[in-house]
């Protein structure tokens, strides 16, 4: 049976957007629950007529239904899609309880809205409150809060999950988890206090009972109480066996491919997988449960799932150009393939090269919070600087490059970026974790505008020590890199792998070469979207190891920066400190 083509970016697009569209529904729906906090009258006039009209409306009925049943058919689709049902705790639970709510779900929309628009019973919470607390308050209301508790916490963990990489996030988790505990807590809270106004008005005015009560016999409503429980079973049978027959063709499914169109693997230590044909190797090991690396998680943008075909090279799809081009660059032997791209179409032997379960002495890359992102990378470096200790005592040397140190991190960290790496005079930062490409590199910019005016102030301070101004270099460049925590767990420290911090340095290196002291790639000012300077050409920047040059702006001096910054938008070093 073959695999089904999926456009995942689309498909994970509307996702979110449907789960946001329903996520902010519930919310203003536990906000209209708050207002009877207000008592009823005005849980009726404000969270009734104000907070859900919009949502009320044709439009709005009609926005919701169709993001109810899209998201709905996405996740029933990718419980179909699952080869097996091996996941975190956060992601079973967010999908059991997505599973469950349709079932909680049918008898509310039931009572709220069908009974409305096809019954025409009256729209209010005086009949809805009424229904929970005192025609039905031993099974409507208890199934009422447990709606309530299973679509927030669905919700929420939705959120959790789309924004737990965010660091802005992260650094007001718990400012977002007291807000998840107080707007269900009000809500219910509300609905307390309006459902005991409502058992008291109805306690003493008989004409509350007859208005917002169920019909009476002899009322031309007198079946539709009946009716309704006829569609709430039905719509909840129906889900059930639109449930079961998802889980029974993911059955039948995975049987067929494990039986009759599947691919044997084994592996160098004797374990062997049956995985359905179309699979990579990367897949198929996951698939079985066996340890297989993948930093970037089969991206390919690293090659630590790489291994070596033992037997069956012959029924490998060939490497694309992409594949090819990256194990060519690490010097790859014939015959080794990336697990994340190779996909066997008959049977095959591997040896995975980087084992995935052996622990690292002291030193450690946190995978779990490292993530790829788009950065800039800004390095400095002096020039010439063994000439500083020449004819000094050591400490005076020190000195001098202890304040270029200090100056420089100084003014990295005054405008977001974090410091990297200090060897020796080479300073290496990186601008916007938070992956807000154009603010990082803006940053990265007028950082290197107030580390050059910091460098030429030093150079004023310590003329009298000095032969020659300090000399020193800049290289700017942006691009995808993998950001994580690296180093003992006592000595952690922010990295990033990839090409973008190499070729910043490259950059810097190539200013000597190049006589001017900063060189910013095309790449940092179109992720700055600057426009095209018409008064500095790009000019091409030779990288080592790269076929072709890397285009660039070169900057001589000081003014004719600042002047560019100004002429791009960007106040200058000068009018920020």
């Given at each position: 049976m073959p695999a089904l083509g999926v456009n995942f970016d689309l498909e994970r697009t509307i996702r979110l957007a449907t789960g946001l569209t329903l996520f902010t529904y519930a919310a203003c729906h536990f906000l209209s629950h708050a207002t009877g906090l207000l008592l009823l009258d005005n849980l009726q006039a404000i969270g009734h007529g104000l907070i859900l009209r919009p949502w009320r409306t044709p439009g709005g009925v009609a926005l919701l239904l169709t993001c109810f049943t899209l998201h709905l058919c996405l996740g029933l689709y990718a419980l179909f899609r699952r080869r097996h049902l091996r996941m975190p705790a956060i992601e079973a639970w967010q999908l059991g309880l997505g599973l469950t709510i349709p079932l909680l779900l049918a008898?509310?929309?039931?009572?709220?809205?069908?009974?409305?628009?096809?019954?025409?019973?009256?729209?209010?919470?005086?009949?809805?409150?009424?229904?929970?607390?005192?025609?039905?308050?031993?099974?409507?209301?208890?199934?009422?809060?447990?709606?309530?508790?299973?679509?927030?916490?669905?919700?929420?963990?939705?959120?959790?999950?789309?924004?737990?990489?965010?660091?802005?996030?992260?650094?007001?988790?718990?400012?977002?988890?007291?807000?998840?505990?107080?707007?269900?807590?009000?809500?219910?809270?509300?609905?307390?206090?309006?459902?005991?106004?409502?058992?008291?008005?109805?306690?003493?005015?008989?004409?509350?009972?007859?208005?917002?009560?169920?019909?009476?016999?002899?009322?031309?409503?007198?079946?539709?109480?009946?009716?309704?429980?006829?569609?709430?079973?039905?719509?909840?049978?129906?889900?059930?066996?639109?449930?079961?027959?998802v889980l029974l063709l993911r059955w039948l499914r995975n049987a067929y491919e494990r039986r009759l169109a599947a691919v044997r693997i084994d592996y160098r230590d004797g374990r062997r997988v049956h995985a359905p044909r179309g699979y990579s190797v990367l897949e198929a090991s996951r698939f079985a449960g066996i340890p297989h690396a993948s930093v970037c998680g089969g991206r390919m943008r690293c090659t630590t799932c790489r291994f070596r075909v033992l037997r069956g090279a012959e029924n490998l799809s060939p490497p694309q150009p992409a594949e090819h081009a990256a194990l060519a660059r690490i010097?790859?032997?014939?015959?080794?393939?990336?697990?994340?791209?190779?996909?066997?179409?008959?049977?095959?032997?591997?040896?995975?090269?980087?084992?995935?379960?052996?622990?690292?002495?002291?030193?450690?890359?946190?995978?779990?919070?490292?993530?790829?992102?788009?950065?800039?990378?800004?390095?400095?470096?002096?020039?010439?600087?063994?000439?500083?200790?020449?004819?000094?005592?050591?400490?005076?040397?020190?000195?001098?490059?202890?304040?270029?140190?200090?100056?420089?991190?100084?003014?990295?960290?005054?405008?977001?970026?974090?410091?990297?790496?200090?060897?020796?005079?080479?300073?290496?930062?990186?601008y916007r974790l938070d992956g807000d490409a154009a603010e990082g590199a803006r940053a990265a910019l007028r950082a290197a505008s107030a580390i050059w005016r910091e460098i030429e102030r030093l150079s004023e301070e310590f003329a009298h020590d000095l032969e020659a101004p300090l000399s020193f270099g800049i290289g700017l460049h942006s691009g995808l890199s993998v950001v994580g925590v690296v180093g003992a767990s006592d000595r952690q420290s922010v990295q990033f792998l990839g090409d973008t911090g190499n070729v910043a340095a490259r950059l810097e290196s190539l200013t000597k070469e190049m006589n001017c002291v900063a060189i910013v790639s095309a790449a940092t000012c179109s992720a700055a979207q600057f426009p095209p300077p018409p008064a500095w050409p790009f000019v091409g920047a030779p990288i080592r190891g790269r076929d072709a040059a890397t285009p660039a702006l070169l900057f001589e001096r000081l003014d004719d920066y600042e002047y560019w910054l100004e002429y791009c938008g960007e106040a200058p070093a000068r009018s920020r400190c």
């Open positions: 008898p509310h929309v039931t009572d709220t809205r069908v009974a409305v628009i096809y019954f025409g019973l009256e729209d209010s919470y005086f009949r809805i409150l009424y229904h929970f607390w005192i025609t039905d308050p031993t099974i409507g209301l208890p199934r009422q809060f447990l709606l309530m508790a299973l679509i927030w916490t669905h919700g929420c963990i939705g959120i959790h999950m789309w924004l737990r990489y965010r660091d802005w996030y992260r650094r007001r988790a718990l400012l977002f988890l007291l807000i998840a505990l107080a707007v269900p807590a009000f809500a219910i809270a509300g609905l307390i206090n309006a459902g005991w106004e409502v058992i008291l008005r109805a306690y003493i005015d008989d004409g509350f009972i007859e208005a917002h009560g169920p019909p009476a016999r002899s009322s031309p409503h007198a079946q539709v109480p009946a009716a309704l429980g006829a569609i709430i079973a039905n719509l909840q049978i129906g889900y059930l066996v639109l449930l079961a027959a010097g790859a032997p014939e015959g080794v393939r990336l697990g994340c791209q190779a996909r066997p179409r008959r049977d095959l032997a591997v040896y995975p090269l980087i084992p995935a379960d052996r622990p690292l002495d002291g030193l450690r890359v946190d995978l779990d919070q490292g993530r790829e992102i788009f950065v800039t990378a800004m390095f400095v470096d002096l020039r010439d600087s063994t000439k500083l200790a020449a004819n000094r005592l050591p400490y005076d040397a020190i000195f001098i490059i202890d304040a270029y140190i200090r100056a420089t991190t100084t003014a990295i960290l005054a405008r977001g970026g974090v410091v990297t790496s200090v060897a020796g005079d080479g300073v290496m930062s990186l």
